[in-house]
């Protein structure tokens, strides 16, 4: 039997609780099905609330430990409130408790689904404020809105077809960008909207409609079914600092409490963790177990949801030591202004940016012999696609050293 998680609700003659994979099929670490078990004269009836989650992440009918957790909650709680007007309307009634009518009562119809041609893109302009997301990606969507309302063809429900999502990546590669003032003023052309541009759209989109499947307003997310089909121009150009430039940026030593200090100490500490600045800016040690004197943690990414592996490197600690075991919270913009400053005195070519401290963990780890595969889970990578740039980079630095070997050599 799965380990249950029960909230009790006594409602006449009737229990409803919230249990865990009650079949107990789920293996450890993996995600299961969170269920609502109704108890009626003393005989369980289970139904499926679509959401699925590992044993850790559901704690006495709470989901906690999770990036989407408030809004996996909300959609549990009103999952949970249907299932008990509907089973409560039977037993006054002396009707039988029937599962299969039950389930389509309470997901058959999605309320949003209704005549107004507008619904889907209302309802996803309203969920863009409740995102817990940073205000530059608070942006992004702003905009992917703009562009849908542009568009015309996705405002509705029933627009969510393959074939109109085609129709989407097509309109949009014959966009152009805004124009800033002087660009009208020279009389310069608008450039259209490049391939990675155009990926971050899709993205966004279906970023927004998979949560409209967790809430059940539709039943699947038609992205799924075009894996690999609208792809982003990867740029195979990673750049990453030396060693000499990461002793640089260490060894740096800032008055302590500056903006300046904050900003190094987090650029160190994504440097050693592989986060990305908003997973940083969400960090609870809290999500961590000490075991064996490390600091162990499988959590999930901010704007993707995408699991990941993180480990507390000795040097990471010690960034979160000097903040009472937090990672130091800087603004986006505070936070580049920084870099910007730290690299100018520490005469660094490269531009420092807060993706450029995840690329420097990657590159560094594969230099140091750690497989692929577990780069890919220490990032929180989608697919291993997405790791294999940085082993084009190591590639290239294996054929420099081939290089100053050879010369060696000859001499």
């Known amino acids: 039997m799965g380990k249950h998680f029960d909230i009790n609700l006594r409602i006449k003659t009737m229990i409803i609780a919230i249990v865990y994979d009650h079949r107990g099929r789920t293996k450890a670490g993996q995600e299961g099905p969170v269920e609502v078990r109704i108890t009626h004269e003393r005989k369980p009836y289970y139904i499926n609330t679509g959401i699925k989650v590992t044993g850790r992440q559901l704690r006495d009918g709470h989901i906690v430990n999770r990036a989407d957790a408030d809004v996996l909650q909300q959609r549990l709680e009103i999952v949970v409130r249907n299932i008990e007007i509907a089973v409560n309307r039977r037993i006054e009634k002396g009707q039988p408790i029937n599962v299969a009518e039950i389930r389509q009562e309470v997901y058959g119809a999605a309320p949003v689904k209704d005549d107004d041609k507008n619904a889907m893109i209302k309802w996803m302009a309203e969920q863009v404020p409740l995102l817990k997301i940073g205000e530059g990606t608070r942006r992004r969507y702003a905009v992917l809105i703009t562009r849908m309302r542009q568009y015309g063809e996705l405002t509705a429900w029933d627009d969510l077809t393959i074939e109109n999502l085609y129709k989407w990546d097509s309109w949009l590669h014959q966009r152009t960008k805004a124009q800033s003032n002087a660009d009208i003023q020279a009389g310069r052309e608008a450039a259209t909207i490049g391939d990675a541009a155009v990926y971050n759209y899709h993205r966004t989109l279906r970023s927004l409609i998979t949560r409209a499947v967790k809430f059940g307003i539709i039943d699947a997310n038609p992205y799924d079914r075009l894996k690999g089909e609208f792809r982003k121009g990867i740029n195979d150009n990673v750049e990453y600092l030396t060693e000499e430039e990461i002793k640089a940026i260490e060894s740096l030593q800032p008055m302590a409490g500056t903006q300046m200090a904050m900003a190094r100490d987090l650029f160190v500490f994504q440097m050693y963790t592989g986060l990305s600045y908003a997973d940083t800016q969400v960090f609870d040690i809290a999500d961590y177990r000490y075991i064996d004197g490390v600091w162990t943690n499988r959590g999930e990414r901010v704007k993707t949801g995408v699991a990941y592996v993180s480990d507390l490197l000795p040097q990471a600690v010690e960034v979160l030591e000097r903040y009472g075991m937090q990672a130091p919270k800087v603004g986006n913009v505070q936070y580049n202004q920084s870099l910007k400053v730290i690299q100018q005195a520490l005469?660094?070519?490269?531009?420092?940016?807060?993706?450029?401290?995840?690329?420097?963990?990657?590159?560094?780890?594969?230099?140091?012999?750690?497989?692929?595969?577990?780069?890919?889970?220490?990032?929180?990578?989608?697919?291993?696609?997405?790791?294999?740039?940085?082993?084009?980079?190591?590639?290239?630095?294996?054929?420099?050293?081939?290089?100053?070997?050879?010369?060696?050599?000859?001499?």
């Open 347 to 411: 005469g660094i070519r490269t531009r420092l940016h807060s993706h450029l401290a995840r690329h420097t963990f990657a590159t560094r780890a594969l230099k140091m012999g750690v497989k692929i595969e577990n780069v890919s889970a220490m990032l929180g990578h989608t697919n291993i696609t997405q790791t294999q740039r940085y082993a084009k980079v190591l590639a290239e630095s294996v054929h420099d050293d081939f290089e100053l070997l050879r010369q060696k050599l000859n001499n």
